[in-house]
């Protein structure tokens, strides 16, 4: 039976919107995946010109490269670039946006893209504010289309893996979470444009690296089975500030799961992470160790306890779990859309609404709790 290709506009032309790109065109097969199709249709930029450049370079790719499957098997056959968004949003070809432009633009892209007919996925942080994400929402039930946030780390291999290790029961309740990302941006030799230090692009920690903390606060502690709290609030916050630009350095937030545990989440652009301990879950019986990078980690330990002897867990085990040869990371959410849709779905459930609001809340507070440019900012909300 022949699968129907989803048809994609891409949004911005930029280092992310690249990987996805690449992602889209590699031979779905070689991540065990048979019921699924991509072909990328439209690209918009703020040039004709900009837009070409990113499709001959895909076109371009080398024979080793995993996406240069996609090139000879018709995935860019019919693409088109247009040097507007808005064409592309118009452009009947296309079924689905991803939208990699900066955070600032998110609901401003999403929602052009949204009242044009088309499904949108969308890379996180999902908005500026909650109020932003709710309008999208509300915009997607109205005209019946899917929505989802683009938080790829939610689908890797390992993602799973942990979780069929929490859900197993082994290493007992949690007692407390940590999660970390930290990476030296060296935001002093960078342009006040850079994307880090620009407020008007969202700069910061908070906005840029707190989507990866949070993602395995969600996937660890949230969706934990013994969790019965579904909207954990921030119960204390701190940021400190980059002078240059007014963004925050670094942001650190505890989160409440009433009846369960605590979580410490931390972003940092001054300093690098601790390489073999991005997200550490701390339960009864042992510990849940996963190793950096936080957004695509391929490496966890699960750690006994050294006081128990006895039990089913006395020995430390090492899994790992890394994401298929030849692509980014990124086919994974892709794929996710795909399924979706082909089944009339506007809401992904391995990537829900609800949990999506949860984060974005926990930003809202910190950036309202903090003493940023971007504090009390609203966005594009209403416009």
Known sequence: MSIKPLRWGIISTGG????????????????????????????????????????????????DEGWGWGVKNGGLDNVKGYGSYEEVYADPNVDIVYIGTPHTFHHRNAKDALLAGKHVCCEKPFTLSLEELDELIALAKEKNLFLMEA????????????????????????KRFSADFSSDFK???????????DPKLGGGSLLD????????????????????????????????????????????????????????????????GFADNTALLQCDKGDLVVENPPYKPSTFHIVPHPQLSDGDLTKRETIHAPVHQGNNGMAYEADECARCIARGEIESKRMPWDESRVVQGWFDTVRNEGGTVLKGKKGTVGQ
Not at 152 to 165: C, G
Not at 187 to 197: G, L, T, V
Request: with cysteine.
């Open 16 to 63: 992310i919107a690249t990987k996805y790109a690449q992602d889209l065109l590699v031979d779905p097969s070689t991540r065990e995946v048979s019921d699924v199709k991509h072909v990328i249709t439209a690209v918009g930029s703020r040039s004709v010109d900009s837009a070409n450049k990113f499709i001959d370079a895909l076109k371009a790719a080398k024979a």
């Open 209 to 272: 690296m707190g989507p990866y903390p949070s993602v395995w606060a969600m996937l660890m502690v949230h969706h934990h089975p013994l969790n019965k709290d579904k909207t954990p609030k921030v119960v204390s916050s701190y940021q400190s500030i980059y002078k240059r630009s007014g963004v925050d350095a670094s942001s650190r937030w505890i989160v409440e799961w009433d009846g369960l545990c605590l979580g410490n989440l931390m972003t940092d652009m001054t300093t690098s």
């Open 187 to 197: 935001p002093d030799q960078q342009p006040d444009s850079h994307r880090m230090i």
């Open 151 to 174: 938080v790829w780390t939610r689908f890797h291999p390992i993602a799973y893996k942990v979780q069929e290790v929490l859900k197993s029961g082994k290493l007992g309740k949690p």
